[in-house]
């Protein structure tokens, strides 16, 4: 005798008890049977009178019945093997507690479906909350909350996925403090926008075909993990990655395990053997993470001293504790590379870190060298990185930071550059060609940074250098250096002492030079400096433009060859209102764009840009035209039809002043 709801000819017939032969066969219309607490114990089902427990109602469900906990939770202990094709649910805060180790839900029916449950798992033993052994379940909007703590023992899962199953979805959940959130052995389905946090992540076996989209962590020990099978379906560790919110991704299907971002500090103490590289197990040397990392990806670097010099020859962040703080800013401790930095790849970042002490090599000594001589480098961006103590005790050369060869979209920003010294020559910044290639740097930015206390036992000292590469010598038409491919504005340096071999003009105006009279008697080339702040803060700007020749001799300009115009003596800076250069502001939030802008360009008609583009662009509002401002750039034009350059011509300004 089964007591069962169902629907006939469009009326709701109760039939307490219906009796069915053993050979007959019976087809019920699909039922909803609640779970709670009902008016007479155990209850009917109905949501009047609702079953008193899951069990209850498992029993006279049948395939297509719905059992939901309205506004109830049921503590669960025993194990249910679902064999019919049921949903599960919640409605009204329905939820189930559980402990102990049994299995909560073993599916076994294809089919079957749980969703809008809160799930809270009360203890630490080890427990699964459902094994999926049919195809086509679906797992959505529930939450999951269990008592696993990273390190803990313990293996509890939310969803374990038997071999061969398929067609499963697992979406829209909430997950936390599970040790794993699923474990999915050789099967096929999509697991999308959930929400994880505080696991070891998702354990996927690389020969399953799983699609991985839209999902979120935080606090785990990495998000998803691809453990070795016969086939590595998932190589694009990057790609997945962007796919799941910049996720966090081990794939221990390679020989080498290869992350998305790493994690590295000097004298931790973990498991050598399990998930190096995560923030949990960190690898103890930069070069260990690096040749972890995925290009693309990031090499974390924790406060500590790291004697190691570091070549990166793939798209990598290399960033440490300080990215987002200046060199001259209050910063947190650092994380201190005593060695060199070389840079041979396109769209490398490094930042916030302190780089001191590389070790003499037979040629000069870098603390940052990017470097090429035959392919050309994208997108360097060097920042917030204190360069210090880089002194050659021989004859040749000292640099800070050298930009040499090849090299397209340069930014250096925000470095405290110091005590630079060589029995030879010694330079805070050089850009230069290299001697074997007269192919020259281009779209080179180098502003807010700090440079001071540059010295070498010949005098042949410069804060700042536009070279030739002295085998190719200054070529006016800019097949050797080229200074009007360097945009220097807004640093600080403790002495006007430039030097400019290349044929063209050197615009380094709207800097400080230690001092509010300062002499430029010292520069080498053809060079711009006025106007310059005349204080430390830099609020105030002398008077007009000119040109300083070798020698100090001055040619009035009548303005800017970054095209902002001229300031008069003892002027205050402008405002970012756009208020004073090129354009005319026409309203609370309206501009009249008059300039082409590019890359390389500054000064407030880009500070109108920044913010015209909106959401568009990444980057703080600062008016300097660098990779964020042009793909921000490349992205509206799309958007409104026009060709996708990142240049700022007569037609983009067009569409902007509309």
Not at 260 to 279: I, K
Request: one cysteine or more.
């Amino acid at each position: 005798m089964t007591a069962k709801l169902f629907k006939a000819f469009g009326f709701a017939l109760i039939a307490t008890f219906i009796v069915v032969a053993s050979s007959a066969k019976t087809t019920f219309a699909a039922t909803d049977l609640y779970v709670g607490t009902p008016a007479v114990a155990p209850g009917t089902g109905t949501q009047a009178d609702p079953f008193d427990t899951f069990a209850d109602a498992y029993t006279v469900a049948v395939d297509g019945d719905t059992i939901i906990f309205d506004g109830t939770t049921e503590n669960l202990t025993a194990g249910t093997t679902i064999t019919k094709v049921i949903t599960i649910k919640g409605m009204n805060g329905g939820a189930i507690e559980t402990s102990g180790s049994n299995q909560l839900f073993t599916i076994t029916a294809a089919g079957v479906t749980i969703q809008d449950l809160t799930f809270t798992k009360t203890d630490k033993t080890g427990q699964h909350m459902i094994g999926v052994q049919a195809n086509n379940a679906t797992i959505s909007n529930n939450s999951f909350t269990g008592q696993y703590v990273i390190g803990d023992p313990d293996v509890s899962r939310v969803v374990v996925m038997s071999p061969g199953v398929t067609g499963f979805l697992i979406d829209g959940n909430t997950i936390a403090n599970f040790r794993q959130p699923g474990y999915f052995d050789a099967s096929t389905g999509t697991i999308s926008n959930n929400t994880v946090s505080g696991t070891k992540g998702w354990v996927i076996v690389a020969d399953a075909n799983i699609t991985i989209t839209g999902n979120t962590g935080s606090g785990n020990t990495v998000d998803f993990a691809f453990i070795p099978a016969g086939t590595n379906n998932y190589t694009d560790v990057a790609g997945i990655s962007a796919a799941n919110n910049n996720a966090l991704i081990i794939n221990k299907a390679f020989a080498t395990p290869t992350l998305s971002n790493v994690y590295v500090e000097a004298g931790a103490t973990g498991d050598a053997n399990y998930d190096q590289g995560t923030q949990q197990n960190p690898f103890l040397t930069i070069n260990a993470g690096y040749n972890a990392v995925i290009a693309g990806g990031a090499i974390n670097v924790k406060a500590g001293s790291y004697a190691e010099d570091v070549a990166i020859a793939k798209s990598v962040k290399l960033v440490g504790p300080n990215q987002g703080l200046a060199g001259t800013a209050s910063r947190l401790p650092e994380a201190t590379v005593t060695g060199a930095i070389l840079i041979t790849s396109s769209d490398v970042t490094v930042s916030g870190l302190a780089i001191t002490n590389p070790s003499w090599n037979g040629v000069s000594v870098k603390g940052v060298h990017v470097y090429s001589d035959s392919a050309t480098l994208n997108n360097t961006t060097i920042s917030n990185n204190v360069i210090s103590s880089i002194v050659n005790a021989n004859t040749k050369g000292s640099y800070g930071v050298m930009i040499q060869g090849v090299i397209n979209d340069a930014i250096i920003s925000g470095n405290k550059i110091d005590t630079i010294g060589s029995q030879g020559w010694a330079r805070g910044i050089e850009v230069t060609p290299t001697c074997a290639n007269t192919t020259v740097p281009v779209s080179v930015v180098i502003t807010n940074n700090t440079i001071s206390n540059i010295t070498s036992a010949t005098g042949d000292t410069f804060l700042l250098s536009i070279d030739s590469c002295h085998s190719t010598g200054a070529v006016a038409d800019g097949t050797s250096a080229n200074a009007a491919q360097v945009t220097v504005t807004n640093n600080s340096f403790d002495t006007p002492k430039v030097k400019n071999d290349s044929g063209n003009n050197l615009n380094v105006q709207s800097n400080y030079w230690g001092s509010a009279n300062p002499d430029f008697s010292g520069n080498v080339g053809s060079i711009s400096t006025t106007p310059y702040w005349t204080d430390a803060g830099m609020t105030t700007l002398s008077g007009p433009a000119v040109v300083s020749g070798g020698g100090g001799g001055a040619i009035d300009t009548g303005s800017s060859t970054s095209g902002t115009s001229s300031s008069s003596t003892g002027t205050t800076a402008s405002s970012s209102t756009g208020s004073t250069t090129g354009g005319e502001v026409l309203g609370a939030s309206s501009y009249r764009f008059t300039m082409t802008l590019r890359y390389g360009s500054i000064g407030d008609e880009v500070i109108e840009l920044q913010k015209v583009l909106g959401d568009l662009y990444k980057g703080k509002i600062d008016g300097i035209f660098g990779p964020l401002t042009r793909a921000a750039v490349k992205a509206w034009q799309k958007q409104h039809g026009l060709v996708a350059d990142g240049i700022v011509g007569p037609k983009t300004r067009a569409e902007l002043n509309k």
